[in-house]
T-cell receptor
Framework: DQQVKQNSPSLSVQEGRISILNCDYT??????FLWYKKYPAEGPTFLIS?????DKNEDGRFTVFLNKSAKHLSLHIVPSQPGDSAVYFC????????????FGTGTRLQVTL | DTAVSQTPKYLVTQMGNDKSIKCEQN?????MYWYKQDSKKFLKIMFS???????INETVPNRFSPKSPDKAHLNLHINSLELGDSAVYFC??????????FGPGTRLTVL
C-alpha cells in the first residue's frame, strides 16, 4: 500500500528550462511534505518542505506547490542546472503522530546541456 | 565533521551470518532512525529512537535488533541474514521530528 507515489521514474530536461517533479499521496492525515535530493552513493539530503496550511513555498530556484484537494504536490526547479541531476524523493508525514516519513520511489532527473 | 556517519559503507556476507551496522550523529539530535532502501528503490522506515527509547518499530523481523547506547549512536544488528536482507540501509537523525539528516548508507549484500 504505497501512500506516496511518484509516477515518473525519470525526467530529462534541458539546462535553463523548468523541471517539474510530481508527487501524489493518498493519506489525508499527512500534513507536512518534504522533498529530498539524492546523489549516487550518498544519503538523501533535505531540499524544501511545505506545511499543509500553505499551498506554495519557495527557496531560491526551488518551489514546492501543494494541492490538498487533489492530494498532489510538485517541485519546480527553475532554471535547471546540470548539478540538479539526481534522484528526487517526495516524503510526507502526519506531524500529529510519531515522526515517520513516508517516501515515494523517487524520480531521476537528468539535466542535459 | 560529518553530520551522520555509518560504518561500514559496504558489507558482503553469507546467508545465516550475523552482522552489525553502526551509526553516529554529531548534530546533537534527539531522534535517530534506520531506513531500508530495497531493490525497487523504495525507502522505508524500520526503526526510530528518541533519546535511546524505541518509538517506531515498523513490523521488522525480530532478526533485526537496533541498539542505542546513547542518543548519538544507533546501531543495527542483524541475525541469521537472508537473501532478502540485501539492500541499502540508511541511518538518519532529526531534532524537529520532521526534517531528517541522512547518513551515506550501507550497502549490504547477502550471498
Amino acid at each position: 500500500d504505497q501512500q506516496v507515489k511518484q509516477n515518473s521514474p525519470s525526467l530529462s530536461v534541458q539546462e535553463g528550462r523548468i523541471s517539474i517533479l510530481n508527487c501524489d499521496y493518498t493519506n489525508s492525515m499527512f500534513d507536512y511534505f518534504l522533498w529530498y535530493k539524492k546523489y549516487p552513493a550518498e544519503g538523501p539530503t533535505f531540499l524544501i518542505s511545505i506545511s499543509s496550511i500553505k499551498d506554495k513555498n519557495e527557496d531560491g530556484r526551488f518551489t514546492v506547490f501543494l494541492n490538498k484537494s487533489a492530494k498532489h504536490l510538485s517541485l519546480h526547479i527553475v532554471p535547471s542546472q546540470p548539478g540538479d541531476s539526481a534522484v528526487y524523493f517526495c516524503a510526507a508525514t502526519d506531524t500529529g503522530t510519531a515522526s515517520k516519513l513516508t517516501f515515494g520511489t523517487g524520480t531521476r532527473l537528468q539535466v542535459t546541456l | 565533521d560529518t553530520a551522520v556517519s555509518q560504518t561500514p559503507k559496504y558489507l558482503v556476507t553469507q546467508m545465516g551470518n550475523d552482522k552489525s551496522i553502526k551509526c553516529e550523529q554529531n548534530l546533537g539530535h534527539d531522534t535517530m532512525y534506520w531506513y531500508k532502501q530495497d531493490s525497487k528503490k523504495f525507502l522505508k522506515i524500520m526503526f526510530s529512537y528518541n533519546n535511546k527509547e524505541l518509538i517506531i518499530n515498523e513490523t521488522v523481523p525480530n532478526r533485526f535488533s537496533p541498539k542505542s547506547p546513547d542518543k548519538a549512536h544507533l546501531n543495527l544488528h542483524i541475525n541469521s541474514l537472508e537473501l532478502g536482507d540485501s539492500a541499502v540501509y540508511f541511518c538518519a537523525s532529526s531534532q524537529d521530528l520532521v526534517e531528517q539528516f541522512f547518513g551515506p548508507g550501507t550497502r549490504l549484500t547477502v550471498l
